[in-house]
């Protein structure tokens, strides 16, 4: 029997049965994780005391998650967003002393290409120009030379490539390296609120319990150096719409950014930009991978 396992919890013998059916499994992590699910999900059946007609409703739900999903699309990965748990995955994962992890998200590319440090991702395209700038450090404020920046965002029509085949696939992302002294900077555009998809289970859901479906505007960034855990996070521009309320709960208070007008003229010939432009400033901060063992 697993230790964690409270043994109040061990009265019906339904319950107490399930969890012991999964100590046999070879690997000795999941028979810890089943049986702590088996014991969470029947206290949930037994808390909500839940009818047959709502077990097989949310059976009907799965069933139509599993239906609509498909190599692009995960309804379930948008289910574990939307209920919160895969932010608390990142929670509850995430080392103390860093930058705040937040959600993936399913736009990520492993195929952006690697460009130049201080790149301009704008190539002409609408928006409001932002130089995002900052360095990548330890957890002591000493800079990590080389680290990896993978950037990505939506465009100004508020979609990713993925969802506009007028983009470019590459368009707003790119892996830059920073230099000697941790630095980065390159040049985008402001990022724009977005709604997540409705037109499955999930959005009906959603539409059942009167929830936004909107999700603040953000930036996508992994940070990586070798001997330091990667970090997956998010940027949100202070003052965007839903910031206060995401629907799949990414927002921490340690990613919220300003930003600021920018008189910087060595930037603007840098960039060759006439016009006013903003910048956010940002300096990430990794945790070794030796204080995780
Ligand atoms: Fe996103």
Not at 87 to 113: A, C, E, I, R, W
Not at 177 to 194: E, K, M, S, V, W
Request: with cysteine; charged share 15%.
């Amino acid at each position: 029997m697993n230790q964690h396992i409270n043994k109040e919890h061990l009265n019906n013998p339904v319950t107490r049965d399930a969890i012991n059916s999964f100590s046999n499994a070879t690997d000795p992590r999941l028979a810890e994780v089943m049986a702590l699910l088996v014991k969470h999900l029947h206290a949930f059946v037994s808390e909500s005391n839940l009818s047959k007609a709502e077990w097989l409703k949310g059976l009907e739900f799965l069933t139509a998650a599993a239906q609509i999903t498909d190599h692009e699309r995960n309804e379930f990965s948008l289910f574990s967003d939307i209920m919160g748990i895969s932010s608390m995955v990142d929670v509850v994962s995430q080392p103390p002393g860093g930058t705040p992890s937040s959600v993936l998200g399913p736009f990520h590319n492993h195929d952006s290409q690697i460009q130049p440090n201080g790149c301009d991702l704008t190539h002409g395209q609408p928006g409001e120009r932002v130089w995002l700038h900052g360095r990548v450090l330890d957890v002591h404020q000493k800079p990590i030379p080389n680290a990896q920046i993978d950037f990505w965002q939506n465009a100004d029509n508020g979609l990713y490539p993925a969802q506009d085949a007028a983009q470019d696939p590459q368009n707003l992302r790119c892996k830059i390296h920073c230099d000697a002294q941790g630095g980065f900077n390159l040049l985008t555009i402001r990022p724009h609120p977005y709604t997540v998809p409705t037109d499955g289970p999930v959005g009906a859901l959603l539409a059942a319990s009167n929830r936004g479906i909107w999700r603040p505007a953000h930036f996508h960034i992994i940070v990586s150096a070798p001997g330091y855990v990667g970090l997956v996070t998010e940027l949100f521009p202070s003052g965007s719409a839903y910031i206060d309320n995401d629907t799949v709960f990414g927002v921490r208070p340690g990613l919220i950014v300003d930003v600021k007008d920018c008189h910087n003229q060595e930037v603007a010939k840098q960039f060759g930009l006439t016009q006013p432009f903003k910048e956010v400033a940002f300096d990430f901060s990794l945790v070794p991978q030796s204080s995780t063992t």
